[in-house]
């Protein structure tokens, strides 16, 4: 069926017996009035007037058709008829015609020949007939030769040169292209169609794929680039599904920037079977080569991540031109992750080269088989991989397998992955080929190396990227083996905020950070976790910046933890108005509130400047330490003379003591001896 609504000029070609509108089988002579409602079945000819003479007819509602002998035309008016049947017109239609078309097939099947620019085009289905499914009118341009793409060009079989086009003034629903969302036709290549669309307009507004209620198989990977791009759907019930192991949006940062991109309530799920690898929801690909591009300002929200092997993950191909990650000042909000099956999201969020400045995650709740959270370095154009010879406070001697040639690996890092020092990170200023020796910057050290690393420390020579600036809040975690994991071996590595999240069932290391720089952690639940929640080794905040800080909020669960691993090298360490942790004894210790408020320690715990408690200040199991040297307060049973070694200054107080032998003063000597009862 078509339709031809028009107020419009007919230019006909004069057949020899008369100008006429073929379509049905009611004859209609000229100068009189027909119903205005015409529906005509049939194949017979109607004639309108006969050559040489000037008609009128006229429809009870008001629609005309006027034919001009001398112009050799038709003008139409008022005219809206549905043809059931062939419309000849013996000429060309002029003016602002619509057709209209039962399905993309039969639109398609149409000869347009004699259609002008400018004819209207309505479309009633896409895949079926009356699907409702193809979206906004097309044009005809009859001089178009643009490839058709299912979506904006369409080229009719018998139409030759010229082209059905449309533009969008609206986010462009992805069936306009084709796609069906019944969970068993592969959708990839009309999604993809509506995204090239988007890709290939300017930059200059928002240009949006929208997903609409359905389960849309895709097999190949969606791809996006550049600026003021995004993809959203209608919640829950929008969703992308795949059975291969493929990143299922990526958005490719590899040739330019990408601004401003959004995702917005939609689901993904990955129903892959075997082994998973690469079977993400949403892969940012943030760097490649030495070209800066970035990531900035983006928004994910609203999202659901099910048994994909990553929900959200921020990858790079190759080290750039910097240890910058590039994914910068984004928000992740609302976020979930979770099981489908059996196929466990393995890391929910995942920086895998550096988180980049300004970013915030909140109000997510991220069930994961592996880590909630996970903020990695990242290693990449590495160039040497080895175990040290020696080293100095501020050089390591590399082995007989790093380059002989000079300067090779300036402006790399070395980062020292186990062995003495391990944990650690310098960036080579200078390298000397002939003796493999390395000059190092140490970060939060004073630009040396906090422990030398030895013959036993194996390192790596590459590019690391930086973690830090990122604010995790009012987030839950569950299933997971770590619920935030932060690399040690980053190039910068500080501002940490982490506030109101709870870590529950299955958790066992709540927060695990190594070597970080001014951090907050406040008004987190961790009573899930069934070990530590904060892992520090190798001197943490080991700086004189008198601005870092380590805060656990008052309303921290009464499981929250510091806990020092035990090594040689490891305490917890805040110099200039100094705290120390952890006297580098080999056994593991931990610092923390018990259910009854007391602050807990298994070792000494150290405080060089004034210790401030907003309220009641208990601190049990360990001695403390004040001033930069030994002064301590102690307490305990019995005489300390013989068994407290402490400076003189310190304090006894004996639990078990009577009048004048309840208080003791440290008043000489500097072993266990010269205690005086007051």
């Known amino acids: 069926m078509k339709k031809i609504i028009a107020a419009l000029t007919f230019i006909f070609a004069v057949p020899l017996f008369g100008q006429f509108i073929r379509y049905g089988d009611q004859r209609v002579t000229g100068n009189e009035t027909v119903d205005g409602t015409l529906l005509l079945p049939g194949a017979a000819p109607m004639t309108i007037g006969t050559v040489g003479e000037d008609h009128t007819v006229s429809f009870a509602d008001g629609a005309t058709f006027v034919w001009d002998s001398s112009e050799g035309t038709w003008t139409v008016s008022g005219f809206d008829m549905t043809l059931d049947g062939d419309l000849d017109i013996g000429g060309v239609i002029k003016g602002a015609v619509e057709l209209e078309f039962s399905s993309v097939t039969a639109m398609l099947n149409y000869d347009f020949s004699s259609v002008s620019d400018g004819a209207r085009v309505k479309c009633n289905g896409?895949?079926?007939?009356?699907?409702?499914?193809?979206?906004?009118?097309?044009?005809?341009?009859?001089?178009?030769?643009a490839t058709a793409d299912g979506l904006s060009v369409f080229d009719p079989v018998a139409s030759g040169a010229g082209r059905l086009v449309r533009e969008f003034d609206s986010d462009i629903n992805v069936r306009w292209a084709g796609a069906l969302g019944n969970g068993s036709t592969d959708d990839s290549s009309a999604i993809q169609a509506v995204i090239d669309y988007i890709e290939s307009q300017p930059a200059s507004g928002w240009s949006v794929v929208y997903v609409p209620s359905g389960r849309f198989l895709i097999s190949s990977t969606l791809t996006f680039t550049g600026n003021y791009r995004g993809i959203r759907g209608d919640g829950q019930t929008?969703?992308?599904?795949?059975?291969?192991?493929?990143?299922?949006?990526?958005?490719?940062?590899?040739?330019?920037?990408?601004y401003?991109?959004?995702?917005?309530?939609?689901?993904?799920?990955?129903?892959?079977?075997?082994?998973?690898?690469?079977?993400?929801?949403?892969?940012?690909?943030?760097?490649?080569?030495?070209?800066p591009y970035y990531f900035n300002h983006f928004?994910?929200?609203?999202?659901?991540?099910?048994?994909?092997?990553?929900g959200i993950h921020f990858n790079k191909a190759v080290a750039g031109p910097s240890n910058e990650a590039r994914v910068n000042w984004g928000i992740i909000s609302n976020v979930r992750t979770t099981n489908l099956g059996a196929n466990q999201v393995e890391n929910s969020i995942d920086f895998s080269y550096g988180s980049g400045t300004g970013n915030v995650i909140e109000g997510c709740t991220l069930l994961s088989n592996g880590v909630g959270i996970n903020f990695s370095s990242g290693a990449l154009d590495i160039q040497h991989t080895g175990t040290a010879v020696s080293s100095t406070s501020t050089t390591i001697v590399l082995d007989a397998g790093a380059s002989g040639s000079d300067d090779t690996y300036n402006g790399y890092s070395v980062a020292i992955n186990s062995g003495t020092g391990a944990n650690q990170i310098g960036t080579i200023t200078d390298y000397v080929g002939s003796t493999k020796t390395a000059t190092v910057s140490v970060s939060f050290t004073g630009g040396q190396w906090a422990v030398n690393p030895d013959a036993t420390s194996v390192f790596t020579i590459a590019k690391y990227n930086n973690i830090g600036d990122i604010t995790v809040n009012g987030s839950q975690f569950g299933y997971s083996g770590t619920g935030i994991n932060f690399d040690p071996i980053a190039h910068y590595r500080r501002r940490v905020s982490i506030t109101n999240c709870q870590f529950d069932g299955g958790v066992n290391d709540g927060i695990i950070m190594i070597n970080y720089g001014i951090v907050r952690i406040l008004g987190c639940h961790i009573g899930g976790a069934t070990t530590n929640t904060i892992t520090y080794t190798e001197n943490l905040f080991q700086t004189t910046n008198t601005f870092n800080e380590f805060i656990l909020g008052e309303d921290t669960d009464e499981a929250l933890k510091v806990k020092v691993l035990g090594d040689v090298s490891n305490r917890f360490l805040i110099s200039g108005d100094s705290i120390e942790f952890g006297d580098g004894s080999t056994t593991d210790v931990n610092l923390y509130r018990d259910s009854s408020n007391s602050l807990k320690t298994d070792d000494d715990f150290r405080v060089g400047g004034t210790l401030r408690a907003l309220g009641v200040a208990r601190i049990s199991g360990a001695d403390v330490y004040m001033g930069a040297g030994s002064v301590r307060i102690l307490t305990g049973t019995g005489d300390p003379n013989g068994v407290a070694t402490a400076d003189i200054g310190s304090t006894y107080m004996r639990t078990d003591g009577g009048t004048g032998t309840t208080l003791y003063i440290k008043e000489s000597g500097t072993g266990n001896t010269g205690w005086v009862a007051k």
Do not use: H, K
Request: aromatic share 14%; net charge negative.
């Open 299 to 310: 928004i994910f929200t609203d999202l659901l991540f099910a048994g994909t092997y990553r």
């Open 126 to 145: 896409y895949n079926t007939a009356g699907d409702q499914f193809f979206g906004p009118d097309v044009f005809w341009d009859a001089s178009s030769t």
């Open 238 to 258: 929008s969703r992308i599904v795949t059975t291969s192991d493929i990143p299922m949006v990526r958005i490719d940062c590899s040739s330019g920037n990408a």
């Open 260 to 291: 401003y991109f959004q995702a917005s309530s939609l689901s993904f799920e990955g129903g892959v079977s075997g082994t998973r690898t690469s079977n993400t929801g949403i892969e940012v690909y943030a760097l490649a080569g030495s070209s």
